[in-house]
């Protein structure tokens, strides 16, 4: 079974940077799509960006220009760089592993990290 665990959250003035990662175990990391999601108090989780197996990427339209996601394989870990960040970027941040079927990403139930929390303010 795989298991997905986030890290890198914190604190962060407006502006700011900060890099999350995800480490998975289990050997169908290198083989499949991963993706970031987030999700804000009273919100509703929302895809933020994609990677599939061959480096192709998609980004939500909000953060396009200013996070981008990468994935490692040989460490079976996914990055999530994101810059210029703003007060509504303000969100817990999850990793998931899923599948493009046509132009939409369906993420596996089964896949989900704990999530790290990202807070942007001064």
């Known amino acids: 079974q795989v298991q997905l665990v986030e890290s890198g959250g914190g604190l962060v003035q407006p502006g700011g940077s900060l890099r999350l990662s995800c480490a998975a175990s289990?050997?169908?990391?290198?083989?499949?799509?991963m993706a970031w999601y987030r999700q804000a108090p009273g919100k509703r989780r929302e895809l933020v960006a994609t990677?599939?197996?061959?480096?192709?990427?998609n980004y939500a339209a909000p953060m396009k220009g200013r996070f981008t996601i990468s994935r490692d394989n040989a460490r079976s870990t996914l990055y999530l760089q994101m810059n210029s960040l703003k007060p509504e970027d303000t969100a817990v941040y999850y990793c998931?592993?899923?599948?493009?079927?046509?132009?939409?990403?369906?993420?596996?139930?089964?896949?989900w990290g704990q999530g790290t929390q990202v807070t942007v303010s001064s």
């Open positions: 998931n592993i899923g599948h493009y079927s046509g132009q939409l990403y369906y993420p596996w139930d089964n896949y």
């Open positions: 289990g050997s169908i990391f290198s083989s499949n799509t």
């Open positions: 990677i599939t197996s061959g480096g192709s990427t």
